[in-house]
Nanobody, 121 residues
Framework: QVQLVESGGDLVQPGGSLRLSCAAS????????MRWYRQAPGKQRELVAD???????NYADSVRGRFTISRDNAKNTVYLQMNSLKPEDTAVYYC???????????????WGQGTRVTVSS
């Protein structure tokens, strides 16, 4: 029905940059809030950043000032620009979005499969 596909994860050195992308596709009426989560081995999944349809953003304290979330509503795509990467940023990054497929019904929460980011020298 609705699919989220992430891309852009890679191995990068500390201090480097990566740009993650996540595109929603399928039977979409509207895409509302979009979010990036991450999960490191042995840790719980945590919210990294989120963005409303109008572009209001929110960041975890650990990434504020280094990461930037943005979106292209025409493409149903959300991005995460990650700068000044640290080893502690190593995790699988997951895309999440509230997507409506039927105009008269509430939106549902959808998840991507994740993309791996490894920050190491």
């Amino acid at each position: 029905q609705v699919q989220l596909v992430e891309s852009g994860g890679d191995l990068v050195q500390p201090g480097g940059s990566l740009r993650l992308s996540c595109a929603a596709s399928g039977s979409i009426f509207a895409v509302y809030a979009m979010r990036w989560y991450r999960q490191a081995p042995g840790k719980q999944r945590e919210l990294v950043a989120d963005i409303t349809r109008r572009g209001t953003t929110n960041y975890a304290d650990s990434v504020r000032g280094r990461f930037t979330i943005s979106r292209d509503n025409a493409k149903n795509t959300v991005y995460l620009q990650m700068n000044s990467l640290k080893p502690e940023d190593t995790a699988v990054y997951y895309c999440n979005a509230d997507v409506s497929t039927i105009p008269t019904m509430p939106s549902n929460d959808y998840w991507g499969q994740g993309t791996r980011v490894t920050v190491s020298s």
